[in-house]
């Protein structure tokens, strides 16, 4: 009889690494590895002949960032998502197009399972695990981290490197960075070591070694620097009059945003499976992207449009966040978001100096902005009449009047 296959998640770090090994002996199974290629940059050299040399079958590594950047990160900009009004969920929105290929994978190769190794106490397990219920619900989905065996056979990292040393495992586990840090195109992630003390400075001088996608604002250039970004039905199409492919973008806005000192993060979140965690963030093209959005909505954005979307922002932040990408409610709302983004067209200026992003000029062909109509001057279209605002404070306030009537003025003391 043919072998069970099981798809990993694979990184090549020393977590995966043994996991690797450790579900090729626990399951007799052959073991099909996959990382996506989602901008991790160097992270990925040399990993086809790690992952064969620890044990896999067959290796994929899949070039995933233009899609990553089309079908997910403009999309979920597009909804002005800010999770906990800080994080531009960068881990959050790389996990549902990961699961997503592991499952194609394990369809093509007739394996049984996908397998990760995220941690029982952090997100990305249900991330991982809820994208697969709902693309594959017949496919298992095996997390060695909640298996009582394997934690009990790595208590810690020594016996995982103790593990790795007996196999024949190369792996690099050291001390000299005492993180945990995770890459893609739209941002970097620091967590764990000395960063679980939320009173640690991660913007103190001796820290800056472990900043990977930005300068400090401080070291920033002194002199100011302009970017124009042109939208098309709420998407950045071109950066200083250079039409661009998403993944473009994105990749000279991390340039800009990172030579800048703009898009650092660090706050203290709240983890879908109930616990508090510190996480440092760099996510310099993705501030970039995200405020130069919003300023082309603020011009061409129908007001009650703009409100509505923005009251399903904290809703849909929360479905990213917790891995309802592919729940329907998700895809619901997106249809609502890609209706209002219709007419946001046009052009954006922004100044970028030291950590700061600073409105410099908006324009669009489609623009809600009238200036006869907003002047204090007068307006030589007579489009507004001053003396129509008596009657409509007037209908306004009398719901006040009533209940004021009824029940006494609100908020005065005597």
Not at 125 to 152: G, S
Request: net charge negative; proline share 4%; aromatic share 8%.
């Amino acid at each position: 009889m043919a072998k069970e296959k099981i798809v990993l998640a694979y990184s090549g770090g020393l977590d995966t690494s043994v996991i690797l090994t450790w579900l090729k002996e626990t399951y007799d199974a052959e073991i099909i590895t996959f990382t996506a290629d989602i901008g991790q940059k160097e992270e990925l050299d040399g990993l086809e002949e790690k992952a064969i040399k620890t044990g896999a079958s067959k290796v994929y590594i899949d070039d995933l960032r233009a899609e990553f950047a089309k079908d997910f990160i403009y999309p979920m900009f597009q909804a002005g998502a800010l999770y906990e009004g800080q994080y531009l969920l960068g881990t959050s929105i790389a996990r549902p197009l990961i699961a997503k290929r592991m499952v194609e994978i394990a369809r093509a190769e007739g394996a049984t399972a996908i397998a990760h190794g995220a941690t029982g106490k952090g997100n990305d397990q249900v991330r991982f695990e809820l994208t697969a219920a709902a693309l594959a619900p017949d496919i298992k989905v095996i997390a060695p981290w909640r298996d009582e065996a394997f934690r009990n056979a790595f208590p810690g990292r020594a016996e995982m490197i103790a593990y790795a040393e007996k196999h024949g495992i190369n792996v690099q586990a050291s001390a000299a960075k005492p993180y945990s840090m995770d890459r893609n195109l739209l941002h970097i992630s620091f967590e764990s070591g000395m960063l679980e003390d939320p009173w640690f400075d991660s913007s103190a001088d001796d820290v800056q070694d472990m900043y990977v996608l930005s300068v400090s604002p401080e070291k920033a250039p002194d002199q100011a620097e302009y970017v124009e970004l042109d939208f098309e039905g709420g998407n950045c199409v071109a950066i200083n009059g250079e039409k661009m492919n998403p993944l473009a973008v994105m990749e000279k806005l991390n340039e800009l945003g990172g030579k800048h000192g703009i898009g650092r993060v660090d706050m203290v979140e709240n983890r879908f499976v109930g616990m508090k965690s510190r996480g440092v963030y760099e996510t310099p093209g993705g501030t970039i992207l995200f405020t130069a959005h919003r300023k082309m909505e603020s011009l061409t954005m129908d007001r009650d449009v703009m409100h509505l979307r923005d009251s399903l922002i904290s809703k849909y932040a929360s479905l990213v966040y917790n891995g309802f990408w592919f729940a329907p409610e998700r895809l619901a709302i997106q249809a609502l978001v890609d209706e209002s983004q219709k007419n946001v067209t046009g052009t954006v200026r922004l100044k970028l100096y030291k950590g700061n992003i600073m409105a410099a000029g908006l324009k669009s062909p489609v623009s809600l902005y009238n200036p006869h109509i907003a002047t204090m001057e007068a307006d030589p279209t007579q489009a507004y009449d001053q003396g129509d605002a008596t009657g409509f404070i007037r209908l306004n306030a009398l719901r006040l009047k009533v209940s004021s009537g009824v029940n006494g003025a609100s908020g005065l003391n005597g």
